[in-house]
């Protein structure tokens, strides 16, 4: 008797979590979030010891869930990257779902570094570190600029690239952050300089919110800049250069953001005033959800 109302008590939780899953904005959003940093863990370590080949059977891991979460991904640009030199990406950071983007167009031998401070996350540091990430002391200036001076000789030495998140943390306003000088000095310093590439992450706004709680399917577009030299400067051109590779990110970014809202505009425009309706009274229009299907 006891079983049987276990069993009775487990449906009766599972249709509950099934019903808050379709009709509840905010449950739905912790669970899709939840699976994802699982995900995120469980491959990391799954491929932890496959250390030559993690970069890329990760990427091959994170993939799937584009589909899962209904995430159609746009890529432009991606051409730029084809090049056997050595070179840094700077990128802009909403949320964790830029890995999703982020796996769409990193290339082989490519090494992210992040702030030390990402390691204590929880899932996600030992995520990070899992996949070989270099973490930065930003509070330790001295540290920083060692890991810097390494990295740029490692760079050139063993041709790999870099990628590097120049706002410091993650952002979800209409603009991106002040940028933080890491990356371009590991750009241009020695005599070995290497070229920026800049990408843009199209704003989630429409499909994912960790303020409102809002994860639902949508599109996501990222654009690979073409590539920014460094021949020819030294450590005294990086505030100069650290804005010149600002502005134009945010040109890109503020253009994606007004097509959405063009785009929006064209899937929902108002509905026509009826006969005999009320003078000035407008027609409301509802968002809804972006039908993602992915590549």
């Not at 739905?28 to 990391?44: E, G, P, R, S, T």
């Not at 995520?127 to 001295?142: E, M, N, T, V, Y």
């Not at 952002?171 to 310093?189: C, E, T, W, Y």
């Amino acid at each position: 008797m006891e079983a049987v109302l276990l069993q009775g008590l487990l449906l009766l939780l599972l249709f509950a979590a099934l019903l808050l899953y379709q009709h509840n904005a905010a449950f739905n959003y912790f669970c899709k979030v939840a699976f994802f940093n699982c995900w995120v863990v469980a491959m990391a370590t799954l491929l932890s010891p496959l250390a030559a080949l993690r970069g890329r059977l990760l990427r091959a891991a994170i993939r799937p869930l584009k589909h899962l979460y209904g995430i159609k991904m746009q890529v432009w640009g991606s051409e730029h990257l084809n090049t056997e030199e050595p070179y840094v990406i700077v990128c802009n950071h909403q949320a964790s779902l830029d890995l999703m983007g982020m796996v769409e167009v990193i290339p082989d031998r490519c090494v992210p570094i992040a702030k030390k401070e990402l390691m204590y996350m929880g899932t996600v540091g030992w995520a990070c570190w899992l996949s070989g990430i270099i973490f930065i002391d930003r509070h330790k200036r001295g540290d920083a600029i060692g890991v810097i001076s390494q990295t740029a000789k490692t760079i050139r030495r063993e041709n790999i690239r870099v990628l590097i998140f120049p706002e410091g943390t993650r952002n979800q306003d209409k603009s991106m952050l002040p940028f933080k000088r890491g990356a371009f000095h590991l750009a241009v310093q020695g005599s070995g300089k290497v070229p920026i590439f800049p990408i843009v992450i199209s704003p989630y706004w429409d499909f994912f919110s960790s303020k409102d709680k809002k994860f639902t399917s949508g599109t996501c577009t990222i654009q690979v800049l073409p590539k920014i030299e460094t021949q020819g400067l030294s450590l005294k051109d990086v505030p100069e250069l650290t804005e010149t590779v600002r502005k134009a990110m945010v040109d890109v970014f503020s253009e994606m953001a007004a097509n959405q809202r063009g785009n929006q505009r064209a899937e929902h425009p108002p509905l026509p005033c009826c006969a005999g309706a009320t003078k000035g009274t407008g027609s409301p229009w509802h968002k809804g959800d972006t039908a993602g299907s992915s590549d």
